[in-house]
């Protein structure tokens, strides 16, 4: 090799070197944010999107731990500001993928992750056996339902395979990983923290930009929050993923536990400004047994609680000083309560649909185009009604597994502190779920919970968490050796 071929090829692995790191730091993670922000605040989002899928791209290129994807996946959705009923007319922008499957494709040619290895029975955890799994329902949905739509049908199947074998891909990138564990789970906190902080952020920006009191009870009062990509509800379910991590770092960071304790204040004040009741009730529900698992951990209690006591004081004050204002606003959300708000309806047409398909469901495109989101299938409000529907009794045998397969991995180690966070996180969010379509509307939740599964699968030792068919597997082989050397 010449002196410049040489001094070439060093300074090319310099250049990898770098951006392997920057990707890998925290910087790249407040960068992401700071574009999706500001391209969902300008209204530019199509050039903004286009740079963060440009930085993935390129990531995916230098990266052989390409983690750095998680907070992309997290945080696009958000740089959307163009109305759900308009996105219809940006379908061209699914033709930008192709250059980042080609970045993944050569990750997985140049790096060769071990996926073989994850996937053999000695190996495989429930959670990646599970994702396989879900491939039966999502195929067999709406099996002989008659005018299906073919196109949206395969395009689930194939959604469904990406994300399998997504899941495996990370497996195996984290199985051939040294260090401590609960890096990963640390990882997806931030990203948890950072992706609630932006939706904190459009709400509030929503809320300034009524220009009047006046104008932001209405919007208030009659749930008109607008944020682009999102109405009121999902945006109030990507709040809840991240008031967690805020508790979490009230523990970590004990010097400014005051401060985290503010933004979970402002997170929970984001979500009442949606008008949500499913959201506001779980996490409601679970934020004093946040603060008192935080107050029984953390070594700065003193400050915290002083620090709970006079927020509740200002509170308070606040509310006795702006009481008819904020009876206003809340004034619609109170009145119903904890009536159905026409979701009994939907239940019931949910369970009708269910009878009539009851094995395989009515498929994942049922009522696409019926509704006022012409892309979306019909949503029956209920992800327990929205799987039996779509997928009918085989589908829920398999979703069973599946949640089991996810959440069992939590009990079988000891809680940290990170595992309660993400479980927390987790289960507002699937309680949220019973009562609304959050968990497949829009898509990208389910794939953010899955991500999350991923961290906590990989966390776990490697000699729990087995399929129990496998073991049973297992148990048959060694039954078989044993005979045959006995013989």
């Given at each position: 090799m010449t002196k410049a071929k040489f001094a070439s090829t060093e300074k090319i692995a310099k250049a990898?070197?770098?951006?392997?790191?920057?990707?890998?730091?925290?910087?790249y993670i407040v960068l992401l944010a700071v574009l999706t922000f500001v391209g969902w605040l300008s209204g530019a989002w199509i050039p903004f999107l286009f740079v963060t899928l440009s930085l993935t791209i390129i990531m995916f290129t230098v990266c052989e731990n390409t983690m750095p994807v998680f907070p992309f996946m997290w945080f696009f959705l958000y740089t959307i500001s163009?109305?759900?009923?308009?996105?219809?007319?940006?379908?061209?922008?699914?033709f930008l993928t192709i250059p980042l499957v080609g970045a993944i494709v050569y990750n997985f040619v140049h790096n060769k992750p071990k996926i073989k290895s994850v996937l053999m029975p000695k190996n495989i955890k429930s959670s990646t056996f599970s994702m396989f799994l879900l491939l039966i329902p999502m195929s067999l949905g709406g099996l002989f339902r008659s005018g299906r739509n073919a196109s949206a049908a395969l395009i689930v199947v194939a959604l469904t395979a990406v994300l399998a074998f997504s899941f495996?891909?990370?497996?195996?990138?984290?199985?051939?990983?040294?260090?401590?564990?609960?890096?990963?789970?640390?990882?997806m906190i931030k990203i948890m923290f950072v992706s609630s902080l932006i939706v904190t952020a459009q709400i509030t920006v929503a809320s300034i930009q009524t220009g009047n009191t006046d104008s932001f009870i209405e919007l208030v009062k009659y749930k008109?929050?607008?944020?682009?990509?999102?109405?009121?509800?999902?945006?109030?379910?990507?709040?809840?993923?991240g008031i967690p991590a805020s508790f979490y770092y009230m523990l970590k960071r004990k010097k400014y536990a005051f401060v985290f304790l503010i933004i979970a204040a402002l997170q929970y004040l984001a979500i009442i400004i949606t008008g949500s009741r499913g959201a506001l009730l779980f996490a409601g529900i679970a934020l004093p047994i946040m603060l008192l698992y935080t107050l029984i951990k953390t070594e700065n209690r003193k400050q915290l609680i002083i620090a709970s006591g006079v927020f509740v004081l200002i509170i308070a004050v606040v509310a006795g000083v702006l009481y008819k204002q904020i009876y206003d606003a809340l004034s619609i959300m109170l009145s119903k309560g904890m009536s159905d708000n026409g979701r009994f309806d939907i239940y019931l047409f949910g369970l009708k649909i269910f009878s009539e398909n009851p094995v395989f469901g009515a498929g994942w495109?049922?009522?696409?185009g019926d509704q006022h989101v012409g892309y979306s299938p019909f949503l029956f409000h209920s992800t327990v009604l929205q799987?039996?529907?779509?997928?009918?009794?085989?589908?829920?045998?398999?979703?069973?597994?599946?949640?089991?397969?996810?959440?069992?991995?939590?009990?079988?180690?000891?809680f940290s502190p990170e595992k309660a966070?993400?479980?927390?996180?987790?289960?507002?969010?699937e309680a949220y779920g019973i009562i609304d379509p959050i968990l497949f509307i829009p898509?990208?939740?389910?794939?953010?919970?899955l991500t999350l599964s991923v961290a906590v699968e990989q966390a776990a030792p490697d000699n729990i968490n087995t399929p129990i068919i496998i073991k049973k597997f297992r148990l048959k082989l060694q039954k078989k050796s044993l005979a045959k050397t006995s013989d």
């Open positions: 990898r070197a770098f951006l392997n790191k920057f990707f890998l730091s925290d910087y163009t109305t759900q009923q308009d996105l219809g007319k940006y379908g061209w922008m699914l495996a891909y990370y497996m195996a990138i984290f199985r051939e990983r040294k260090g401590d564990k609960n890096d990963i789970l640390k990882y008109l929050l607008d944020l682009g990509w999102s109405s009121p509800n999902p945006a109030a379910a990507a709040i809840t993923l495109d049922f009522g696409l799987i039996l529907a779509c997928s009918g009794i085989v589908g829920m045998l398999v979703y069973i597994y599946f949640y089991y397969a996810r959440y069992s991995t939590f009990f079988k180690t000891a966070a993400i479980f927390t996180a987790m289960a507002i969010f898509p990208t939740f389910f794939i953010m919970l």
